[in-house]
């Protein structure tokens, strides 16, 4: 029985790959974008099977009200919930090709930030399967990224709605943050040992800086390696560790041998923050500067709104 099941697979598995992509409805337009390796990346009709290979777009389709779109899921990814029985493809840098293309979809999205993200790419483009790669080390960027998903999915209204939403509550921060020149400068851990810190060329460094804070560390790069010398150097005033995939189990910076000579440290301004929401560019980058800024600036808490619940140390 065992044996005829997997024939039986293999087979439906074969005729996927058979079919094709599914052709474009009676009635589709053509739709267009450019993506971020410069290439025209053009439909017969709006995507309406869609394989993310990196969860912030799940999210970002989730927001504009387009889950059902959205035919498959990496391992890591778990948002929006309803997207949990969903067949799983791999892993965002190690795609399973064949599962992709048997699911048919019309449109295959990337996210840049490692090299190896491109490379899963032109497999599944010589297969047939359309690819849009995207870069976003920024809210304009993700802007960008968001408005080129509602052209691509037909959808430009929600994208539209969806932009608007996020930079009315970044407004909102700014407003009450003012643009006061005494900024708290802000380390970011990325990871812990091998400390590895978050750069100026990312997104956790725009959330810093709507925040009302400064990244501490002067770097043109996304992560940005240094030694626990040059941490003590930088001295920050305030201290983030991300808790993820990246920085799975930190310990306590106060239980950290010469941690303690930290300004963070010494005045209790440590914030452990999820992963998710600051590093990954999508509508929660949002949430991650209402959380920051109500830390950075207690005085406004109340102010600025219910934000989500950061382990605050």
Request: proline share 8%.
């Amino acid at each position: 029985m065992k044996y005829l099941s997997l024939s039986v697979s293999l087979s439906v598995l074969c005729a996927a790959l058979c079919l094709g992509p599914i052709p474009a409805r009676a009635g589709d337009t053509p739709v267009e974008v450019v993506d971020d390796r410069g290439q025209v990346v053009r439909l017969p009709g709006p995507a309406r099977r869609i394989v993310a290979l990196y969860g912030a777009f799940n999210e970002i389709l989730g927001a504009m009200g387009l889950t059902e779109r959205i035919v498959a899921r990496t391992r890591a990814d778990a948002l929006p919930p309803a997207i949990l029985d969903r067949p799983v493809i791999g892993t965002h840098l190690r795609p399973n090709a064949e599962m992709i293309v048997a699911l048919r979809p019309d449109l295959a999205l990337q996210m840049g930030g490692r090299d190896e993200a491109v490379l899963p790419l032109a497999e599944l483009e010589a297969r047939g399967v359309p690819v849009a790669f995207f870069q976003a080390e920024s809210f304009e960027d993700l802007f960008g990224v968001i408005r080129r998903l509602g052209v691509l999915t037909g959808s430009p209204a929600a994208s539209a709605r969806l932009e608007a939403d996020m930079r009315g509550r970044l407004d909102r921060v700014a407003a009450l943050v003012g643009a006061s020149p005494v900024r708290p400068r802000v380390f970011y851990e990325v990871r812990h040992p091998n400390l590895l810190a978050a750069g100026r060329a990312s997104m956790v460094n725009d959330i810093i800086e709507r925040a009302g804070g400064r990244n501490c560390l002067d770097a043109d790069k996304k992560l940005v390696r240094l030694g626990e010398e040059a941490l003590l150097e930088l001295n920050p005033e305030v201290y983030l560790v991300q808790r993820g995939a990246m920085n799975a189990d930190p310990s306590p910076p106060a239980s950290r041998p010469g941690y303690g000579l930290i300004q963070a440290l010494r005045q209790n301004r440590t914030l452990t923050v999820d992963e998710g929401r600051y590093s990954r560019p999508g509508p929660r980058s949002v949430e991650a500067v209402e959380e920051l800024a109500a830390f950075l600036w207690p005085q406004l808490k109340d102010k600025i709104g219910p934000v989500p619940g950061g382990d605050m140390k």
